[in-house]
T-cell receptor
């Protein structure tokens, strides 16, 4: 089973709203990722959690706030977003840091900011 | 120089032929390398990963890695129309930092 589950699949929010994206995996993977993907562009790395600790923040604006409550869950809290933040938000997980481990993606949350 | 470079395509290949997709990377410390397939509007799907020099085969797919040349490729044999998609090359630079190239659009001609 290589399933990473993301909810919701679609989200429309206003610029003053607060919402959260959720990601779950039960593969025992120790690294979890948030990526942002705009149309016809590659996924851009936002955050990496390793063993439930934030290990990489790619200079993401503070209106995006990640949280890793436990080793199976990853959240992305959204507040005061801009229309240009509309994108496909992808969660991924991988086994650990060792060479040769691969990342598996969830189906993504299509976010529209109005 | 971009970290991971791919030709954006489109690459058009007749059905049944071999499709060859190429990728170069700039960080010599990169540890492992991945090919993902992405259909329009869908999330990336892992096709192959490789971390040792040489070839790795899985069904119709072969990944090739040359660390000295900082080059990784994907061959798709007996190409099918269902292989038409964007193929993303990704590199693990270490410490879980997985970076993607722009992707190559592949179009298999029936």
């Amino acid at each position: 089973d290589t399933e990473v589950t993301q909810t919701p699949k679609h989200l429309v929010m206003g610029m003053t709203n607060k919402k959260s994206l959720k990601c779950e995996q039960h593969m025992g993977h120790r690294a979890m990722y948030w990526y942002k993907q705009k149309a016809k562009k590659p996924p851009e790395l936002m955050f990496v959690y390793s063993y439930e600790k934030l290990s990489i923040n790619e200079s993401v604006p503070s209106r995006f706030s990640p949280e890793c409550p436990n080793s199976s869950l990853l959240n992305l809290h959204l507040h005061a977003l801009q229309p240009e933040d509309s994108a496909l938000y992808l969660c991924a997980s991988s086994q650990d840091r060792t060479q040769g481990t691969e990342a598996f993606f969830g189906q993504g949350t299509r976010l529209t900011v109005v | 120089q971009k970290e991971v470079e791919q030709n954006s395509g489109p690459l058009s290949v007749p059905e049944g032929a071999i499709a060859s997709l190429n990728c170069t990377y700039s960080d010599r410390g990169s540890q492992s390398f991945f090919w993902y397939r992405q259909y329009s509007g869908k999330s990336p799907e892992l096709i192959m990963f490789i971390y040792s020099n040489g070839d790795k085969e899985d069904g119709r797919f072969t990944a090739q890695l040359n660390k000295a040349s900082q080059y990784v490729s994907l061959l798709i044999r007996d190409s099918q129309p269902s292989d038409s998609a964007t193929y993303l090359c990704a590199v693990n630079r270490g410490a879980d930092k997985i970076i993607f190239g722009k992707g190559t659009r592949l179009h298999i001609l029936p």
